[in-house]
């Protein structure tokens, strides 16, 4: 196996974990069989253990084993991590802390990419008022992962007298700003070739250094329209006029908030996948963990009706980002879309209104494919 797509094909270490995980994998894999044979490459798959069913058969939730399929594969497919049975581990051997927190540090995951798409089918999940987005919208949130106030140092508390201080550090380097900023370009290249650049720039010294790099990098981009906006107005504008953004960049802080408002505005956390990206191979090509936006679910785990549409979506990142097939990727997004537009709707998705199917996860998955053989 090679990390080139030559040879047998590709590989990817696939996790998925506890929950929901498990069974929306299922699916999204169906989906990958289908797409390989549809685009003629093969994917090898390699199933690990992680989470909390690693800590049930193991003993802890990122095992030795589950790095080293990962380090040899060209993605990692992930599914989900943690639920009430784990809850009550020290913080640093629950699912989502001992698992995510160490593949993101050990593959310098430092790119993440969150759409917020509200298709234009699901308006009425969104929480704006239909006539404010006529189209729905589809945005795509750049948001530095490794870097910022989350990691600079110092961090701490102290007492000061009679009082307690406590502190943590934005901190960002050019080189840390530089390698964002060219993803976020990139990304915009394929899309709109709009850029938002978001930041704190009349308050926060770092941010006025991100501005300076973003617009220098921007030169090497000329053909994509950079625009810059304070984080507070970003916010406001993103409920305003949703529509009217295309590819955002921004720091870790402000991602982490923002893509989470982006989440929020579009419905169900189910339709969203997410890609953390690293470092890119000989063929200009990112090592990536790919996953949904949401979480393992307990409340609905185990009853079949999840909504796949998230882990699927997941499977067309790792496809476009970390694979190369491009033409594969948009085949599953359109196919997604095809079921969406014929009114299939898992739980968590459906409203009643006229046209509409209720489905479970089997269904949902099934039909994806479906979409895809047309
Ligand atoms: P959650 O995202 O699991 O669930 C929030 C709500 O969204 C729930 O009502 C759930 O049913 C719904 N939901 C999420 N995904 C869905 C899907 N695919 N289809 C239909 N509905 C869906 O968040 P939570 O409840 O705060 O956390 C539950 C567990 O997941 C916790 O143990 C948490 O630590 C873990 N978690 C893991 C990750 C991860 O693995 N990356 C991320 C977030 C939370």
Redesign the pocket.
């Known amino acids: 196996m090679s990390k080139t797509g030559e040879g047998d094909g590709y590989r990817i270490a696939v996790l998925a ?1 506890d ?2 995980g498990p069974e ?1 994998m299922i699916q999204a894999l169906g989906v990958l069989d289908v797409v390989c044979g549809k685009f003629g490459f093969k994917v090898e798959r390699e199933r690990c253990l992680v989470g909390g069913a690693a800590i049930d058969a193991v003993g802890c939730p990122l095992p030795e084993d589950t790095v080293t399929s990962c380090e040899g594969a060209d993605a990692i497919l992930f599914g ?4 009430p049975k784990w809850e009550g581990l020290p913080a640093d051997e629950q699912p ?1 802390r001992g698992a ?1 927190l160490p593949l993101r540090k050990r593959f310098g995951l430092f790119a993440n990419l969150r759409p917020g798409v509200c298709m234009r089918e699901l308006r009425g999940a969104s929480p704006v008022k239909d006539e404010l987005i006529p189209n729905g919208f589809d945005i795509l949130c750049v948001r530095e992962l490794t870097g910022g106030i989350y990691f600079g140092e110092p961090k701490g508390r102290r007492d000061e007298g009679d009082d307690v201080v406590a502190f943590d550090t934005m901190v960002y380097s050019r080189g840390e700003i530089e390698r964002i900023c060219r993803v976020a370009f990139t990304a915009a290249m394929g899309r709109s070739k709009r850029l938002v650049s978001v930041d704190k720039a009349n308050v926060l010294q770092t941010s006025v250094l991100w501005r300076e790099v973003c617009i220098e990098v921007g030169r090497d981009f000329p053909e994509v329209e950079l625009t810059h906006m304070y984080v507070d107005n970003a916010a406001m504008q993103l409920l305003r006029r949703p529509d009217s953004f295309d590819v955002m960049v921004t720091g870790n802080l402000f991602g982490d908030i923002l893509s989470d408002e982006m989440a929020m505005l579009s419905g169900s ?2 339709m969203l996948p997410s890609a953390s990206l690293g470092g890119k191979n000989d063929q200009g090509l990112y090592f990536g963990m790919y ?2 936006s ?7 785990a185990g009853k079949g009706v ?2 796949p549409l ?1 882990q699927i979506l997941s499977v067309a990142m790792l496809l476009r980002y970390s694979l190369g097939e491009v033409e594969a990727a948009a085949a599953v997004e359109a196919a997604v879309s095809a079921v969406i537009a014929s009114g299939m709707r ?1 739980k ?1 998705i459906y409203t009643g209104s006229e046209g509409e199917t209720l489905a479970t996860t089997a269904d949902m998955g099934q039909a994806v494919i479906t979409a895809l053989d047309l």
Request: no cysteine; proline share 8%.
């Open positions: 974990g929950g929901i929306v989900s991590v943690g639920g989502e995510l956390l189910g996953e949904p949401g979480g393992s679910a307990p409340d609905i999840a909504n998230a898992t968590d």
